[in-house]
């Protein structure tokens, strides 16, 4: 089996034998991600694509407030049956992508505002992070807006088993690279469901060139 196929096995047992609120990642309302999304001025048309959303209730927030053209985009299809499920008839206004986001052929610019919360630090190796770089720079439009989250650097070293790593926000601008421009940053403490905290970082960032 491949590092690919492990890695994807790995995800589908996580929520194959957890519930969606009992991991450690898990928000009730992902707040901090919705506010900073409305922060970009993005139209309710203007696609959005949340990767690594699997079972995160930021799409239920997107809709709410309106947001007509968001994509889902997690590895594990039992992540995003699970938010297909909460979300009822409302899913069928949504476009889930089951893929790994270092592998997965999107349309080349196409997302108005890319949304990450926890995938980038997964990706330890630099060609994965190359690819995600390149996959990244083909599908958001000109201007367009990102926001990506991951642990800060007094944060957890592991997630799930798996190693990470850790980012200042200064770190994480620099691995996206000089295509864009740092609009705001700021870090939080998640409180996970077991009641431990986890110190995150979150950079908000717009394409220059």
Request: overall charge negative; hydrophobic content about 45%; charged content about 20%.
């Amino acid at each position: 089996m491949s590092e690919k196929q492990q890695a994807k096995q790995h995800w589908e047992t996580v929520y194959a034998t957890k519930s969606t609120d009992a991991v450690s990642w898990f928000q009730p309302q992902a707040e901090t991600s919705l506010k900073l999304i409305q922060a970009t001025g993005a139209a309710p048309t203007d696609a959005v694509i949340d990767v690594g959303g699997g079972a995160s209730t930021l799409v239920d927030g997107l809709l709410a407030n309106g947001f007509a053209n968001v994509s889902v985009l997690d590895l594990s299809g039992a992540a995003l049956a699970a938010s297909r499920a909460r979300l009822g008839g409302l899913a069928a206004a949504v476009q889930w992508l089951e893929a790994d986001i270092t592998q997965v052929a999107l349309p080349a610019q196409r997302y108005a505002v890319w949304h990450d919360r926890a995938v980038f630090h997964f990706l330890v190796e630099e060609a994965d992070r190359a690819a995600y770089r390149k996959l990244l720079l083909n599908a958001l439009q000109p201007n367009g807006q990102v926001i990506i989250a991951t642990f800060a650097e007094n944060g957890p070293t592991q997630c799930s088993g798996l190693p990470i790593r850790r980012y200042r926000a200064e770190e994480l601008h620099a691995e996206l690279g000089e295509s864009f421009e740092l609009v705001d940053s700021h870090t939080e403490a998640h409180h996970t469901p077991s009641g431990a905290i986890q110190q995150f970082v979150y950079v908000h960032l717009r394409r220059v060139n």
